[in-house]
């Protein structure tokens, strides 16, 4: 600490540091790569992504979904499956991957959007019961659809915060459908961070693990952070995860943050959370150790049925 009792910049990332090597969630530390916060807990563990979930709900201004094989970030995928098709794409990847210890679902679209994910999720705990099962949404249907997860065997929570003041959330997505209508600007962006907050506090109810993703989004979110870090972990989030904005669609005229401006928000986040350092920008369609393994091509072979056509919400 400085005279002032304000953290320097040179202590703040040792302090970042240190709490980087401590396991924040001991049970899940090596067994979930997503929730390890040690290298070395990040690099033990698979996951696979079955991208069952076509639709979105809400339009984020940097969001380009895409089907193909070659971007490495949210959104993309080779192709969509089936909810009945996920059994046999994780048996097969469970002879394929020796590593693979979690199954989750983050796209293509949003997860609760449609019925897919939930139907995906409880045919796979029905089988087996042991894999970690794990969700990446928008939160927009998360308080209609948290006990559904549960229920389904869901236990490691990600919801994409990116602002909790309605006219910085109103910059980022102009607009979405709820309850068969279409909301915009500030009116949308209440309902949003008023969903998320409700169905992350009923998620830690329910005894889920919370992770919030929030995309740095310079000149329009940076200096915010903090504040999203601060009303999340009220609500029972217990991490955060600090994602570079990849300058897409509406805002790709914007720069991704720099080395500085990211170590300043994930500085700003760890006043409330755990920050998880290790995020690779996944495809919807990953399968491996996050930046270390990658089976995807091995995995999603020709035979399975392509769909080529979504919806943007
Ligand atoms: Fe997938 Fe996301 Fe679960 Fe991980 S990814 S649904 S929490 S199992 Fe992980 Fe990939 Fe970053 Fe996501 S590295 S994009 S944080
Ligand atoms: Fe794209 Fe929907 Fe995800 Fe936003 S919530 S990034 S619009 S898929």
Redo the contacts with the bound molecule.
């Keep these: 600490m400085s005279v002032s009792g304000m953290a320097s910049p040179a202590c703040t990332a040792h302090g970042m540091r240190q709490a980087a090597m401590q396991p924040a969630f001991p049970d899940l530390e090596g067994k ?4 390890s916060t040690t290298a070395e807990g990040h690099a033990r563990a698979a ?1 696979l ?1 079955l991208p069952v979930s076509p639709l979105c709900n809400i339009a984020c201004a940097f969001c380009r979904r895409d089907f193909n094989r070659i971007e490495q970030r ?1 959104g993309v995928a080779a192709r969509l499956l089936k909810p009945k098709e996920a059994v046999a794409v994780v048996e097969r990847a469970l002879r394929l991957i020796p590593n693979l210890a ?1 199954v ?3 796209g293509p679209g949003d997860p609760l959007a449609s019925d897919h994910a939930i139907e995906a999720f409880a045919a796979i705990h029905a089988r087996w019961p042991d894999l970690t099962l ?3 949404t928008n939160g927009l249907q998360l308080p209609a659809r948290v006990d559904d997860l549960h229920a389904a065997g869901v236990t ?1 929570l ?1 919801v994409t915060v990116n602002a909790v003041d309605p006219e910085i959330q109103a910059m980022i997505t102009p607009k979405l459908a709820w309850e068969r209508k279409r909301l915009d600007g500030v009116v949308a962006a209440r309902r949003l961070i008023d969903n998320q907050l409700k169905g992350i506090a009923r998620a830690a109810e329910l005894g889920f693990t919370i ?1 919030i ?1 929030t995309v740095l989004i310079p000149t329009i979110n940076d200096h915010h952070i903090g504040a999203v870090a601060e009303m999340v972990a009220v609500a029972g989030a217990r991490m955060i ?1 600090v ?1 570079p904005l990849i300058p897409e669609h509406q805002l790709a005229h914007l720069k991704e943050p720099t080395f500085i401006e990211r170590h300043k928000a994930r500085a700003a986040a760890a006043r409330h959370l755990k920050v ?1 350092t ?5 495809r919807a369609d ?1 399968a491996g150790v ?2 270390l393994t990658d089976y995807a091509r091995d995995l999603y072979g020709d035979d399975l049925v392509a769909e080529p056509t979504f919806s943007h919400g």
């Design positions: 979930h790569p997503c929730f996951r992504h949210p979690v989750g679902i983050a794990c969700v990446s490691t990600t992770k993703n995860n994602i998880f290790h995020c690779q920008r996944c990953a996050p930046g």
